[in-house]
């Protein structure tokens, strides 16, 4: 064992000397004069080969690479180096982490649940990493914007406006919006405008740069529009910038609001065998609940409240909507759906087409921003009530297995103990009692046979009656107890329910994630206010390219603004009285309503002049909302996260007091009643 405990420790503490050596030399290559050179590029590039020849290594990889691709999807180094760099940090924390839980516990069971809990904390490390790259890039994108407005004014064109602002980044050291202000300028710069911004909307990081992409290019193609004096591209840019500010402040917020949350609530998991044992020493009979069907139960469901409750609280702290997927790598559901008897199954369960279930359901996937079909859908559920079902008889055939064990070789406490801990003499007494018992019950084969006790008794050297008697009622009273371990019918039953319990999952999970979505919506119905804000004073601006604005910044609204957007050219009014339809949400269709108004007869500077207007008043309003919203994921995470503590000590300690005593104390009144 001291051989593996020395190897861990190399592991670890290697592990950790690596990352360190690539953080320090990731910020010596952002220090430097040029942004693309670096003595630790060739060390951590070197890394990155070397891992990406393991299965293992290279699966981890991919995983923290497709997490990373969205800040530098055309820069294969930079993402190379941050894939190592985040890899190795997490690397070094699993490890260490293992290492002194390993010399704290020295408990098998409890390092395997670390091992799961830290694979779950691995993830969390990474969104950390990613949640950390986007703020920043919000940061810089701010810098960025002031470059661009002074270069703008000093120099009246877009283009070399824009390359002077990349010259100050580079020289500043912000490597992320550098290289985004680079790619924005080969577009700008390009022989097709039209394809190169086209691409850069699929791996442009954020909806920000998007949409400054797209009016830098609207104002060069067709010039700059004055209005009361001033430029409408810095007007653009001024509303943008504030709209990243609210962003910036929003995510900040919450980041502080939930801060620590997620080992909050993994943290009852660490505590069930302490409080156990400390339950155990100081009153005896909880160890005899704990060791039963009742407390193994109890403790599963604490266990299962804490994971529950983690995974609902990455879903509240996530601001973006699902991650975008590069290369033709399919869902683990996918694959499992394209087997040839699963498809066929699911095919069987998937509602018919214009039933109300089906567009319930869909309803619901499109609501919920999951980025999945009804066929996804389905299949997940057959697989986590198979799951379930399939848990649920491990845990009732180890729960019989558990209690025949304890029959067996457990000694048990006498009935209406009320003391603390035994002492040494009392529990070897005890144990006493519990081996002779268990070579009586083996002799007679474990049947319920006076006689036959009775015999084997007198083998075992104790012949006087009184002993005797108390010894064959003890071992009957076994016998019977025995007999109950085995898996029942109403054991397969709990199965089934189970089963449907399981099957429901994945549609409560798109419920909640629908409710945490709708949060959001209001928030992105006053940004679209900010976009045509931005957009209504612009040469040859229309109704059909403001939607494409808006689908090109929406997340929440994404899909029905992609119809509306499809069948406009077919009927712009019918496609505008369908979007009013599908979103059915108050706040975007007072601006649909405008929309429909500008495409008639107005025009999109009347149509919208009110938001000029009402402008300070929607800043405020703004400002309230982004506290609302805010506030409501505070709250919302507060009682996620708190959840599985507040179970463990209902459950795990208050609940086995409450049954434990009275059980005592009624078998201590029968006792006194019984003299």
């Known amino acids: 064992m001291n051989t593996y405990l020395w190897i861990v420790i190399a592991c670890g503490f290697g592990a950790a000397l690596l990352a360190l050596l690539a953080i320090k030399q990731q910020k010596k290559s952002l220090g430097g004069r040029s942004l693309r ?19 293992f290594s290279r699966s981890i990889l991919y995983y923290i690479r497709k997490r990373l691709e969205f800040y530098t999807h055309f820069d294969e180094l930079a993402v190379r180096k941050k ?10 924390f699993f490890t260490v982490s293992l290492f002194l839980f390993w010399l704290m516990t020295r408990d098998a069971l409890m390092l395997l649940i670390l091992a799961l809990i830290l694979f779950f904390l691995a993830d969390t490390i990474i969104d950390i990493f990613v949640s950390n790259i986007h703020v920043k890039l919000l940061k810089q994108q701010l810098v960025y914007h002031e470059l661009l407005r002074h270069k703008y004014y000093e120099l009246k064109s877009v283009e070399d406006a824009n390359y002077e602002a990349c010259e100050a980044l580079n020289k500043r050291g912000l490597f992320e919006i550098y290289l985004q202000a680079e790619r924005i300028g080969d577009i700008l710069s390009g022989a097709d405008q039209e394809k190169g911004l086209e691409h850069y909307y699929e791996v442009a990081p954020n909806k920000y740069l998007k949409l400054l992409a797209a009016m830098m290019h609207i104002t060069r193609e067709y010039g700059d529009t004055q209005k009361d004096g001033g430029s409408v591209f810095i007007r653009g840019i001024g509303h943008l910038s504030s709209e990243i500010r609210a962003d910036v ?117 499109k609501g919920s921003v999951s980025g999945i079909n009804i066929q996804i859908l ?24 558990n209690n025949s064990y304890h029959i067996l070789y457990v ?15 009392e529990y070897e007494k005890l144990q006493e009692i519990t081996d002779l018992d268990r070579k009586v019950l083996i002799k007679v084969n474990k049947k319920p046979d006076a006689v036959l006790i009775r015999e084997a008794l007198a083998e075992e050297g104790i012949r006087d009656k009184a002993p005797q008697d108390l010894a064959v009622s003890r071992i009957i009273e076994k016998c019977h107890r025995l007999s109950y371990c085995k898996f029942k019918w109403y054991e397969l039953l709990l199965c089934i329910l189970l089963l449907l319990l399981g099957y429901q999952i994945p549609v409560l999970s798109l419920r909640f994630l629908k409710s945490v979505r709708r949060i959001d919506m209001e928030e992105e119905a006053a940004q679209f206010q900010t976009i045509i804000l931005m957009l209504k004073d612009m040469s040859r601006i ?51 309503e405008n929309l429909q108004l500008a495409n008639e007869e107005l025009g999109v500077q009347k149509a919208f002049e009110e938001l000029e207007d009402e402008m300070r008043y929607n800043q405020e309003k703004r400002k309230a909302l982004n506290e609302r919203i805010v506030e409501s994921k505070k709250n919302l995470g507060n009682m996620v996260g708190f959840m599985p503590v507040y179970s463990l000590i209902a459950l795990y300690l208050i609940i086995p007091m409450i049954v434990t005593g009275l059980q005592s104390i009624a078998t201590f009144y029968e006792q006194i009643s019984g003299f």
């Open 249 to 365: 402040f929003k995510r900040e917020r919450l980041r502080f609001a939930l801060r620590s949350l997620n080992v909050i609530s993994l943290l009852p998991i660490f505590l069930i065998k302490p409080l156990r044992q400390w339950a155990g020493n100081s009153f005896t009979p909880l160890n005899n609940f704990y060791n039963s069907r009742a407390g193994i139960i109890l403790g599963i469901g604490t266990v299962i409240a804490a994971f529950g409750s983690y995974i609902a609280l990455r879903r509240i702290q996530r601001f973006d909507g699902p991650e975008k997927t590069y290369g033709e790598r399919k869902s683990l559901e996918g694959r499992i759906y394209e087997m040839g008897i699963v498809y066929r199954i699911v095919d069987r369960l998937v509602p018919g087409d214009y039933t109300m279930k089906k567009a319930e359901l869909e309803s619901l996937i």
């Open 83 to 92: 894939t190592v760099v985040v890899f190795l940090v997490t690397a070094a």
């Open 37 to 55: 050179s670096g003595s630790g590029t060739a060390f951590l590039i070197f890394l990155y080969t070397v891992l990406s020849r393991y299965r």
């Open 378 to 401: 389905y299949t997940r559920r057959v697989i986590i009530g198979l799951m379930a079902f399939i848990l649920g008889l491990i845990l009732f055939i180890g729960l019989n297995l």
């Open 542 to 592: 229309h109704v059909e390219e403001i939607l494409e604005w808006m689908e090109m910044f929406s997340v929440q609204f994404k899909e029905p603004i992609q119809k509306c957007l499809a069948n406009f050219s077919s009927g712009s009014k019918e496609a505008l009285d369908q979007l009013k339809e599908d979103v059915s949400f108050a706040p975007l269709v007072g601006i649909i």
């Open 411 to 425: 000694p048990e406490i006498p009935k209406g103990y009320l003391g603390g801990r035994l002492s040494d003499s």
